[in-house]
């Protein structure tokens, strides 16, 4: 009636945002699969016939699994050492490859766990890897709302962190 949604509304809308987000950013599943059983319908990856992109870039191999477990970790122990700090999800994206800059040093994000422990992941896995850990709420993001209205996303540690002890493994791209 305020115009304003609900704590319940507001998760329901979240978990849609991050199912949207999971789908577009997985690059295993037969996508006719996710789609058909999204809708409630049977379909085997199998009958896919290498028609959809994810299918197709398995079997050429462009894609391999890596186990992330360790530098979920890392992530998981950094935000813990931080947790007054407003960081983002990209200003995290740029802590994990290390990049140089006066604010990395000015803020000691260089001497976190995680910081250039990349390793030769591209920035697109490296979104895609701590998109995937805000998903099942490892981390979660704090709406922040700033200097003229603007809508600002804070990294945290989410209700999940405690229970990692393995991620399994993501996906990447060769």
């Known amino acids: 009636k305020d115009g304003y949604a609900k704590g319940h509304d507001v998760r329901i809308h979240m978990d849609n945002i991050h199912m949207v987000v999971a789908f577009c950013e997985n690059i295993t599943d037969c996508r006719r699969v996710l789609i058909l059983n999204y809708l409630g319908e049977e379909f085997s990856a199998l009958e896919c016939g290498d028609t ?19 530098e979920t970790q890392n992530v998981i122990v950094s935000v813990k050492l931080m947790p007054q700090a407003n960081i983002t999800l ?4 740029d802590i994990f490859r290390g990049c140089q800059g006066q604010k990395m040093y000015q803020s000691n994000y260089n001497t976190l766990p995680m910081y250039g422990r990349s390793g030769d992941l591209g920035r697109t896995d490296i979104e895609r890897f701590l998109h995937l850990l805000i998903v099942s709420e490892v981390l979660v993001e704090e709406v922040k709302i700033g200097l003229h209205d603007r809508v600002y996303n804070y990294v945290r540690i989410g ?6 002890t393995t991620t399994g493994t993501i996906v990447v791209s060769d």
């Open 159 to 164: 209700p999940e962190a405690e229970k990692v």
């Open 52 to 70: 959809c992109d994810n299918c197709r870039d398995r079997s050429t191999g462009e894609v391999a699994e890596r186990d992330m477990t360790q």
């Open 90 to 93: 990209i200003q995290m994206a």
